[in-house]
């Protein structure tokens, strides 16, 4: 497996550039423009992702188009009823389909977490077809869409009970937590399965 580090060091400007950038950017202009200014101020922040990767010719990845397209979308329906809730809900509602479809792929036996752990660590064919691995993919499809379903409560709630002001910070809290905490869970879960059946797990040294 990847060295943790090198994970780190790859994530990490993702998590900046998706997360605790636009998460800036949005306050900046809430306080200075108000809530309208701070939409456009998101809106434009994605934009100009996708405008700087064409730029330079870089790839720009099917989520990130994905994202600006419901961004968009979200916006649009934020500024044509003057609704932050509406803004908000949207990506809690998201939240709720996710689990939703990760408990179903679990129950066919087409786990999505097989598809997306092989996105971010290729495994062989070989390995995936071992039926241990498949079963830890399944089981842990559970793992996850009980971690989207509470991070959809969580939000919610917040979303009834906080301001306006504070909402954005506290649900991105909640949901890198969250989201962390399954990682954990998931890779001492993955260790611990493959050592029962004969297979050791080590992860790289070097982060290069």
């Not at 709720?96 to 087409?110: H, M, P, Q, V």
Request: proline share 4%; hydrophobic share 55%.
């Amino acid at each position: 497996m990847p060295s943790p580090l090198l994970v780190l060091r790859h994530a990490a400007p993702v998590v900046l550039e998706s997360v605790v950038v636009p998460l800036g950017a949005y306050y900046c202009a809430l306080l200075l423009l108000g809530f309208r200014g701070a939409l456009l101020g998101a809106l434009a922040w994605s934009y100009g992702l996708v405008a700087r990767r064409l730029i330079k010719r870089q790839r720009v990845s099917t989520l990130m188009l994905l994202g600006t397209a419901l961004l968009t979308m979200r916006t649009a329906i934020a500024f044509a009823t003057g609704s932050a809730f509406l803004y908000f809900i949207q990506p809690t509602a998201a939240a709720f389909l996710a689990a939703g479809l990760l408990l179903l792929s679990a129950l066919l036996g087409r786990p999505f977490t097989q598809r997306f752990t092989n996105d971010f660590c290729p495994l062989s064919p070989e390995f995936l077809a071992r039926p241990t691995t498949h079963r830890f993919f399944v089981r842990v499809s559970f793992l996850w869409a009980a971690t989207m379903l509470l991070n959809g409560v969580m939000v919610l709630l917040l979303l009834l009970l906080a301001s306006t002001n504070a909402f954005a910070i506290e649900r991105s809290a909640i949901s890198v937590t969250l989201t962390f905490t399954a990682i954990l869970l998931s890779v001492v879960w993955f260790t611990r399965t493959m050592r029962r059946d004969g297979i050791v797990v080590r992860f790289g040294t070097k982060a290069v």
